[in-house]
Nanobody, 115 residues
Framework: QVQLVESGGGLVQPGGSLRLSCVAS????????MGWYRQAPGKVRELVAHIGTSGYTIYVDSVKGRFTISRDNAKNTVYLQMNSLKPEDTAVYYCNKLDGPLWPWGQGTQVTVSS
């Protein structure tokens, strides 16, 4: 059973930056497309960025040009660099694979953008 552990969230002012990390407990990580998801209060969880096994990346329009997803297969880790943060980015952020039965969700990491 793969376990996912997200970290790096916090409280940041609008325009600030954060770097999120997600570590997977198993080496199967490297053979899977990975995504960062977020869930804001009262809203459904949405996929905001994903990265393929070859490194290609896709972003939802609302974060294009501000967020960068990357991965380090040697460390079973996926990252999300978030710049120019906006209040509407406030959410709990999770990582998971992109396709097929998802792995059990981790606890997520809270990102709060507020002045």
């Amino acid at each position: 059973q793969v376990q996912l552990v997200e970290s790096g969230g916090g409280l940041v002012q609008p325009g600030g930056s954060l770097r999120l990390s997600c570590v997977a407990s198993a080496s199967v990580f490297s053979s899977n497309e990975m995504g960062w998801y977020r869930q804001a209060p009262g809203k459904v969880r949405e996929l905001v960025a994903h990265i393929g096994t070859s490194g290609y990346t896709i972003y939802v329009d609302s974060v294009k040009g501000r967020f960068t997803i990357s991965r380090d297969n040697a460390k079973n880790t996926v990252y999300l660099q978030m710049n120019s943060l906006k209040p509407e980015d406030t959410a709990v952020y999770y990582c998971n694979k992109l396709d097929g039965p998802l792995w059990p969700w981790g606890q997520g990491t809270q990102v709060t953008v507020s002045s």
